[in-house]
């Protein structure tokens, strides 16, 4: 059971805008920031997004992060089959003194 | 180029240790928060612990504390897990990752561990 909770599961077709939600509380994301990691299949993980809307450098801007009170939302436009991947969400949990993630996502390009 | 390159997985028995070590490039290594994050076989991401850039302070989740030890040597640049009193659900593949303050901006490429009889 994860502390902040996504869907197992999203899907789209190429092109198509599809969004991962990440739902968390008061001492996780409702005080602090949201990271977003993606995993391509058979590789680690690698950073997509941080403090809930920055792109790291060599990310598309076809991805974008929203927050909002204690739920953040991970967006891609323009779907993509190199979309394929695991999504995970994180942030620092003043209540567990860690970090915590969702339970990931896995998004399928149809 | 950030390069993270950890070793020291492998097989071990419940109750055993086993001690992880990564081995940093590319970057002022000493400037940096370090961390481990591990994922178990089909399952998601959980972080395991990290460690402020001088040492100083250093953080795990309940499930390790006691049994996991995170150190780190800047003059190696290099970032070690010392695992003690393993369990079988500590089977996993451990990630080194830069970060840990804000963010985990760069991963290694993982080292497994399978605690089994």
């Known amino acids: 059971q994860s502390v902040l909770t996504q869907p197992p599961s999203a899907s789209g077709t190429p092109g198509q805008r599809v969004t991962i939600s990440c739902s968390g509380s008061?001492?996780?994301?409702?005080?602090?920031?949201v990271n977003w990691y993606q995993q391509l299949p058979g590789t680690a993980p690698k950073l997509l997004m941080y403090?809930?809307?920055q792109r790291p450098s060599g990310v598309p801007d076809r991805f974008s992060g929203s927050k909002s009170g204690t739920s953040a939302s991970l967006a891609i436009s323009g779907l993509q089959s190199e979309d394929e991947a695991d999504y995970y969400c994180?942030?620092?949990?003043?209540?567990?003194?860690?970090?915590?993630f969702g339970g990931g996502t896995k998004l399928t390009v149809l | 180029e950030v390069q993270l390159v950890e070793s020291g997985g492998g097989f071990v028995q419940p109750g055993g240790s086993l001690s992880l070590s990564c081995a940093a490039s590319?970057?002022?290594?000493?400037?940096?928060?370090m961390s481990w994050v591990r994922q178990a076989p089909g399952e998601g991401l959980e972080w395991v612990a990290n460690?402020?850039?001088?040492?100083?302070?250093?953080y795990y989740v309940d499930s390790v504390k006691g049994r996991f030890t995170v150190s780190r040597d800047n003059a190696k640049n290099s970032l070690y897990l010392q695992m003690n009193s393993l369990r079988a659900d500590d089977t996993a593949v451990y990630y080194c990752?830069?970060?840990?303050?804000?963010?985990?901006?760069?991963w290694g490429q993982g080292t497994l561990v399978t605690v089994s009889s």
């Open positions: 008061s001492s996780n994301i409702g005080s602090k920031t």
């Open positions: 990752a830069r970060g840990g303050a804000t963010k985990f901006a760069y």
């Open positions: 460690i402020k850039h001088d040492g100083s302070e250093k």
């Open positions: 590319g970057f002022s290594f000493s400037n940096y928060y």
């Open positions: 403090d809930n809307n």
């Open positions: 994180s942030a620092w949990d003043d209540s567990l003194n860690g970090w915590v």
